[in-house]
Nanobody, 119 residues
Framework: QVQLVESGGGLVQAGGSLRLSCAAS????????MGWFRQTPGKEREFVAR????????NYADSVKGRFTISRDNAKPTVYLQMNTLKPEDTAVYYC????????????WGQGTQVTVSS
């Protein structure tokens, strides 16, 4: 059973940076895709970034491209989301998720971590 635990959220001023971590356990992740999503009250959860564990290939939402970087540490194993030049509209609960590389749906989710960007 995959377990995902996020950390690193908090309050930061606009223009600042935060790094989120997602500690993964329960299996090996060589055939997995790890993603970051975010959600604000009253809105649907939206995709932020993903990384294919084995190849390290990445994809980003247009809204964060050039500001956010997703990476993974095979040894721990942990997935990171480095967030730079934060904007108030980045305020949300951020979730880590995992899916098998051959599936479309993410079926494992963390509990979420709050990120608040003040103007």
């Amino acid at each position: 059973q995959v377990q995902l635990v996020e950390s690193g959220g908090g309050l930061v001023q606009a223009g600042g940076s935060l790094r989120l971590s997602c500690a993964a356990s329960g299996r090996t992740f060589s055939n997995y895709v790890m993603g970051w999503f975010r959600q604000t009250p009253g809105k649907e959860r939206e995709f932020v970034a993903r990384i294919t564990w084995s190849s390290g290939s990445t994809n980003y939402a247009d809204s964060v491209k050039g500001r956010f970087t997703i990476s993974r540490d095979n040894a721990k194993p942990t997935v990171y989301l480095q967030m730079n030049t934060l904007k108030p509209e980045d305020t949300a609960v951020y979730y880590c998720a995992a899916r098998n590389i051959f599936r479309q749906e993410y079926d494992s989710w963390g509990q979420g971590t709050q990120v608040t960007v003040s103007s």
